[in-house]
């Protein structure tokens, strides 16, 4: 079965970094679109980027700039690299892929940005 397993979140102050990795299995990985989006408290969730089979990228505007998704398909592995963070970027983050017209979702894993 389809399985998706998000790491390195954490605490980090206004300004820092973190790089968010996901783990897929389950399913022919390099051949769907993969997709990070993020939940902040109280608020839907919101696209960060998605980065398609062969590697082009998504960010919408308001991700722009900050944010990179990159994938190493010989890994199954999707990562959100995340520079010059915000408090408002403090949200628990997805990996999210649609395998044969379902969604699939990690766990997910907190970021928390300091003031």
């Known amino acids: 079965q389809v399985q998706l397993v998000e790491s390195g979140g954490g605490l980090v102050q206004a300004g820092g970094s973190l790089r968010l990795s996901c783990a897929a299995s389950g399913f022919t990985f390099n051949s769907y679109p993969m997709n990070w989006l993020r939940q902040a408290p109280g608020k839907g969730r919101e696209l960060v980027a998605t980065?398609?089979?062969?590697?082009?990228?998504y960010y919408p505007n308001s991700m722009k700039g900050r944010f990179t998704i990159s994938r190493d398909n010989a890994k199954n592995m999707v990562y959100l690299q995340m520079n010059s963070l915000k408090p408002e970027d403090t949200a628990v983050y997805y990996c999210n892929a649609v395998v044969g017209g379902a969604g699939y979702w990690g766990q997910g894993t907190q970021v928390t940005v300091s003031s």
């Open positions: 980065i398609y089979s062969g590697g082009t990228t």
